[in-house]
Nanobody
Framework: QVQLVESGGGLVQAGGSLRLSCAASGRALSDSVTGWFRQAPGKEREFVATINWSGSSTYYAHSAKGRFTISKDDAKNTAYLQMNSLKPEDTAVYYC??????????WGGGTLVTVSS
């Protein structure tokens, strides 16, 4: 059984930084496409960033490009989202998602990021 546990969220002032972590157990990150999504209060969940199985390719939402960096450490089976220059509109619950070959799809429980102005 795959379990994903996000951590690293919290309260930060605008312009600050946070690094989110997504620790996976049960299957290897290196077998998956890993993504970060977020859901702000009253809004739909939206895509933030993704990294491919080998870590050689990343893709970002327009809102994240240039400020956020997705990465992973396969030895630790953990993915990361480094978030810099945070804005109040980045306030949301952030979720990691793993999609494995064959279509198995898993979500973590989320970690709350609050950016104050």
């Amino acid at each position: 059984q795959v379990q994903l546990v996000e951590s690293g969220g919290g309260l930060v002032q605008a312009g600050g930084s946070l690094r989110l972590s997504c620790a996976a157990s049960g299957r290897a990150l290196s077998d998956s496409v890993t993504g970060w999504f977020r859901q702000a209060p009253g809004k739909e969940r939206e895509f933030v960033a993704t990294i491919n199985w080998s870590g050689s390719s990343t893709y970002y939402a327009h809102s994240a490009k240039g400020r956020f960096t997705i990465s992973k450490d396969d030895a630790k089976n953990t993915a990361y989202l480094q978030m810099n220059s945070l804005k109040p509109e980045d306030t949301a619950v952030y979720y990691c998602r793993l999609i494995f070959w064959g279509g198995s799809d898993y979500w973590g429980g989320g970690t709350l990021v609050t950016v104050s102005s």
